[in-house]
């Protein structure tokens, strides 16, 4: 088990699938860290629109041999397409997992700017990436989520 971290603007004790947007990084799923400064940061920015902010804290199953599961080591082409595919609203893949990096707040700017051709798909991937470490993991499938993440607490972030 690895502790892993979900910040919203409210208490999330049994997730799911349904209350997840279409166009994000992989699509729509829950989506959590292991990284808790990261969940922290993410905090903010429910502050900001003053809003209250929880950090939801569970423990996730490292088991994943039964589950299909795509992970991104890097950021390269195949994760740059992948994100551009689900932020435009594909679903891509039949993936009950997906872990890789987050792209930053410029995406949009820097996908308008790669889709036009006006820079590269190395400049594009290159704009995108965090320079500090980072990881998200978006679950996709409600069944995953309930054999493989149990709700430990929730933290009010002020």
């Not at 088990?1 to 699938?17: F, K, L, N, R």
């Not at 860290?33 to 969940?39: E, G």
Request: include cysteine; hydrophobic fraction near 40%.
């Amino acid at each position: 088990m690895i502790e892993v971290y979900h910040t919203s603007d409210a208490v999330v004790e049994c997730p799911d699938t349904v209350h997840s947007r279409m166009n994000l990084d992989f699509g729509p799923g829950f989506y959590f860290t292991s990284i808790r400064c990261q969940a922290e940061k993410y905090a903010l920015r429910f502050l900001r629109r003053n809003k209250q902010a929880w950090m939801n804290v569970y423990d996730f199953s490292e088991d994943w041999s039964e589950w299909n599961v795509k992970i991104f080591s890097d950021y390269n082409e195949e994760w740059l397409d992948f994100v551009m595919n689900c932020r435009n609203g594909e679903v891509v893949g039949n993936f009950d997992l997906i872990v890789g990096g987050i792209a930053d707040d410029k995406v949009f700017d820097t996908v308008d700017l790669y889709t036009e051709a006006l820079i590269s798909k190395e400049e594009a991937i290159k704009r995108l990436s965090y320079i500090k470490p980072n990881i998200q993991y978006c679950v996709r499938t409600d069944a995953m989520l309930r054999r493989c993440l149990i709700f430990k607490e929730a933290i009010g972030v002020l």
